[in-house]
């Protein structure tokens, strides 16, 4: 029986989202091939067992309420790899990881670089397709090498005053504003005007040192779910994201429970289907993905598609888009995850095909 770590939360504003996947991801898991260990991440970092009674009602992992006997810390020893409880020391061998921790220090490529070092096969992409798709403007300038389009963008640096004039020369007015590592719609905002630019663009220097201003594109919002190796990537069937707001900001997402509608299959010609899937597995090899994405488009009233982002770790809550865009292809929540978890074994077959000793 293969043990399987789930790992979850971390100190992303998703944290919450993080352990509500989790606990789907667990409750589907096959417990007949998989046997999975539970592992919370602490919003301040510490790593912790969770046992699966205190995991049915856990909200929120704080070290100030959290047990150091259930400290642990994953270790490689002898060829293996182990969670290592670090009072009692007893360990435990693992097999593979299925981390769910959205943005940093989950989706970014530090998580996937740890368990890359321990050897330990896991779930999703690797160090480096994660770390493009975390930085906007790194993924906006493989996606423009590669051909894809992209909406057009200007980069803004805390250290060096932005001339707003100079923007709206070259991005039209409106224009967005985004924090270059961030997520869940915090600090992007769209700007109208010269006043609001300073205090907006304040707020989205309080996620990062880097903001990019992007042109406005004036479209619908349609995703799509790809998985599978890089040489092999399969598209699900895409769905739409009904905005009620002006745009998918962080009230839209999070607070008003009607601020967008999930509409899947979206509402587009059979022909509009297979564009989307084509561009979207196009993105994925581009970005060197291996592993799972759900690409992120607009589709502008002239029929044309723009890829907005790409996420790498996306939610896989029950009503998540990212396992709904799969149960429209026919491919249910228990299914994806196992097929997940397989893919990390054939990943893992398949990097260690290489003679990795040349290699300096
Ligand atoms: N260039 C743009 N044109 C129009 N709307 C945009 C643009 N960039 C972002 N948005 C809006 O802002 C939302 C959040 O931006 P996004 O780049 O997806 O950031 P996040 O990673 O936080 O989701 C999008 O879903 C969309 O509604
Ligand atoms: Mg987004």
Redesign the pocket.
């Known amino acids: 029986m293969k043990k399987i770590a789930i790992i979850f939360g971390g100190h992303s504003s998703e944290h919450e989202v993080s352990i509500n996947s989790a606990r789907n991801i667990f409750k589907a898991m096959d417990k007949a091939k998989f046997t999975p260990v539970l592992l919370g991440v602490s919003k301040q970092g510490t790593w912790y067992s969770i046992n699966e009674k205190d995991f049915e009602t856990l909200e929120s992992i704080n070290d100030s309420k959290m047990s150091e006997s259930n400290s642990v810390t994953l270790i490689r020893s002898q060829s293996k790899v182990f969670c290592l409880n670090l009072q009692n020391q007893q360990r435990q061998e693992l097999d593979c990881a299925f981390n769910i921790i959205h943005g940093t220090n989950g989706e970014d490529g530090t998580m996937q670089g740890h368990l890359k070092i321990l050897g330990l096969p896991f779930v999703g992409c690797g160090v480096m397709s994660s770390a493009i798709a975390m930085d ?1 403007e790194v993924m906006k300038i493989v996606m423009s090498a590669a051909g894809i389009p992209n ?1 057009r963008w200007v980069v803004l640096k805390s250290h060096v005053p932005a001339d707003f004039d100079q923007i709206v020369k070259q991005l039209g007015l409106p224009f ?1 504003i ?1 924090p270059a590592n ?5 600090g ?1 905002h769209k700007i109208k005007s010269k006043d609001d630019f300073a205090a907006q663009l304040k707020d989205a220097f309080k996620y990062d040192h880097k903001v990019l201003a ?4 004036d479209g619908r ?1 349609v995703e799509i779910s790809v998985m599978g190796l890089n040489q092999k990537p399969e598209a699900a069937v895409p769905g739409e994201l009904v ?1 009620k707001h002006e ?2 900001s962080y009230e839209a997402k999070y607070l008003d429970p009607n601020g967008a509608e999930i509409v899947i299959p979206a509402k587009v010609t059979p022909e509009q289907t297979e564009q989307i899937r084509a561009l979207a597995v196009k993105t994925y090899e581009a970005l060197y993905c291996d592993g799972l994405t759900r690409v ?1 488009f ?1 589709l502008k009233k002239d029929g044309s598609l723009t890829v ?2 790409i996420n790498t770790l996306p939610g896989f809550t029950k009503i998540s888009m990212y396992p709904m865009m799969w149960q429209a292809k026919g491919l249910g929540y228990s299914d994806l995850i196992n097929k997940l978890i397989q893919l990390a074994f054939d990943k893992n077959d398949f990097e260690n095909k290489l003679n990795l000793d040349f290699r300096s």
């Not at 961030?182 to 915090?186: D, L, M, N, R």
């Not at 992007?214 to 594109?217: D, G, K, L, V």
Request: hydrophobic fraction near 40%; charge should be negative.
């Open positions: 906007k909406s967005f985004k961030a997520g869940s719609s915090v992007v992007e042109e406005f594109i919002e905005v745009f998918y992120d607009f907005n982002e």
